[in-house]
């Protein structure tokens, strides 16, 4: 097999654990947070990562720089809304907004964020 072909079967790969992950993940913060402040959850991680997309090409900086941020944003928003979760569940909710912000900018056929 080819290495492209081997870095595609990665990343669909890296792709389904996501989903799965994400998805597991989203059963878990739902029994500990509930549906509300789960949803709060989300919307701080779309905000936070829509932020960020917004003032990096100003600012100058990409990839785990604006992980950084996202996460930084994500959690000071979240809380003024009483939401406290892990690093690692925030980044996992950032990564689904990073997916779901692609997937839109693709059916308008816009550029996508690198790295989502």
């Known amino acids: 097999m080819s290495a492209e072909l081997w870095m595609k079967v990665l990343g669909v790969l890296i792709e389904v654990l996501i989903v799965v992950g994400g998805g597991a993940l989203l059963r878990l913060l739902t029994a500990r ?19 960020v997309e917004q003032v990096s090409e100003r600012l100058g900086y990409q990839g785990s720089a604006k992980l950084r941020d996202a996460l ?45």
Request: hydrophobic residues 45%.
């Open 33 to 51: 947070l509930g549906r509300e402040k789960l949803w709060a959850a989300v919307e701080v991680a779309r905000l936070a990562v829509e932020f």
């Open 72 to 116: 930084e944003q994500a959690k000071s928003l979240a809380r003024a809304h009483g939401v406290a979760l892990t690093d690692e569940q925030w980044k996992v909710l950032l990564e689904q907004a990073v997916r779901h912000m692609n997937q839109v900018a693709a059916s308008y056929g816009r550029q996508t964020v690198p790295g989502g």
